[in-house]
């Protein structure tokens, strides 16, 4: 069972409880408590730097409420997410880096290059357009439901919602 169950977004700010005005800078910072990815969200101001066991963390603008959202993919949001977990053998952790491949070479930061099989394991090697890096990432074989989960969540967590 893939477990991203993160809290929605309360548009007030972690450090003071304060209300996020649409128009204002905010700071958001993923991070693993207990086993679970939780986001955080700060005001400019209430913000310094993020924590040292950030799983990732970007600045935006909290939209306005006669805005229509559409739904835009921050590839360099993303890719540095992707970055951070290079590496990391939890379950969780292997199926969201595989998923923000997936949106990364959807979005042209990463280039596929080829698949491998190693112990039982497809693995894809990629590589970055801008860097020229190479990845390599686990196919942790999910499911299309397992897949549009983990993707659904990806987005839910990265976007302003």
């Not at 409420?65 to 992707?82: G, N, S, T, Y």
Request: proline letters at 4%; hydrophobic letters at 35%.
């Amino acid at each position: 069972m893939l477990d991203y169950e993160i809290q929605p977004n309360t548009r007030r700010c972690a450090a003071t409880g304060r209300e996020l005005q649409p128009g204002e800078k905010y700071h958001s910072v993923l991070i693993e408590q207990e086993g679970k990815l939780v986001r955080r969200d700060f005001a400019d101001n209430a913000w310094s730097e993020p924590p040292s066991d950030a799983f990732c963390f970007w600045t935006g603008r909290v939209p306005g409420k006669e805005q229509v959202r559409k739904m835009r993919i921050d590839a360099d949001l993303l890719l540095d997410c992707f970055q951070r977990i290079d590496g990391s053998t939890g379950t969780d952790k292997i199926n969201f880096r595989y998923v923000l491949a997936l949106l990364l070479i959807r979005s042209k930061r990463l280039k596929y290059l080829e698949s491998r099989m190693l112990d039982g394991r497809e693995i894809l090697h990629l590589r970055c357009f801008r860097s020229e890096a190479r990845y390599d990432v686990v196919n942790p074989g999910l499911t299309e439901q397992e897949l549009a989960a983990v993707q659904e969540e990806v987005l839910r967590v990265v976007a302003w919602e």
